[in-house]
């Protein structure tokens, strides 16, 4: 088992495949010229090796993230090369769906059992607004497609920011009464300029989420959807679906973080706040073998923080310095 110098259990990796978006999200917003210069981004094979090195060290869910990951051409083989790693390997990935619609399904044959879809606004001018790209249509119809394609469950991540989209919380709760749907109400965290930009003032507290999505009642353990995170779960009364609160800042549940992240760079994160990462990616290419890079990975793991700092921090070397688009979120 994978521990840290807590005696926490590192069980969950959350991998970046890119640093590369197609949209702009008003509380992400990548800064292109921070992005991964040609060579700087791990091939696929390097991804799967430093994957590959973690699950044996006890990693037994792997999420993929970016950036979008369904922009690298090579997408589907990550998948099916991270699925023969184990077949029991919890594996998900997190999209912007709006190349989901093609994709979904092919992504099931290569082993990928469920989804997040990032989804911040129903309606099309406040969708444009957020996401900077005209595009929900698209995005509706990968959610249509994640669910015809048996991927299970399907996850919608709504970033709620007050004064752009909080009113919309009503609207998300009722897409869980008549569909399979997961829908999750992420607190906003000051990750990156464009979230810091926006400051504390448009963070919308817990309490007030819950509000607006109920009446609501608990979910048994036994039903919650699968995975890794950290979201208390409810439903609406005769609700098919779930809903999920993640209060990333003021929750404050840094003593049950079982997770690390890994850059499209080969950088391991061992907290989404760390001031610095550690590089693996000169390792690999120096040809070190997996009983090295499995111990480079668990120095790494060893000096994993107790908590975050996002109460009081700038934000300006939060995450090794990269907004979440670089990180993987």
Known sequence: MLTDGYGRAVRYLRLSVTDACNFACAYCSPDRSARCAPGQECTAGELVQIAGALVRLGISGVRVTGGEPLLRPDILDIVSALRALDPRLDLSLTTNGFRLARLAQRLKEAGLGRVNISL????PSAFKRLAGVEGLESVREG???ALAAGLDPVKLNMVVVQGLNDAEIPAFASLTEDFPLHVRFIELMP????AQAL????RVPLEAMMALAGPLEAVPQGDK??????AAVYRRPGAVGTL?????????FCETCNRVRVTSRGMLLSCLAAP?????LPLLRAGANGAALEEAIRQAVAQKPSGHAFGGCSGARVGAGLGMCGIGG
């Not at 610095?276 to 693996?280: A, P, R, S």
């Open 120 to 123: 911040d606004s129903l309606d």
């Open 244 to 252: 999920g609160f993640i209060a990333a800042v003021s929750g404050r």
């Open 225 to 230: 959807p699968n995975g890794f995170g950290p």
């Open 199 to 202: 400051g504390p003032s448009r």
């Open 143 to 145: 959610v249509a497609a």
């Open 276 to 280: 610095e990462g550690h590089d693996l």
């Open 191 to 194: 990750m990156g300029s464009a």
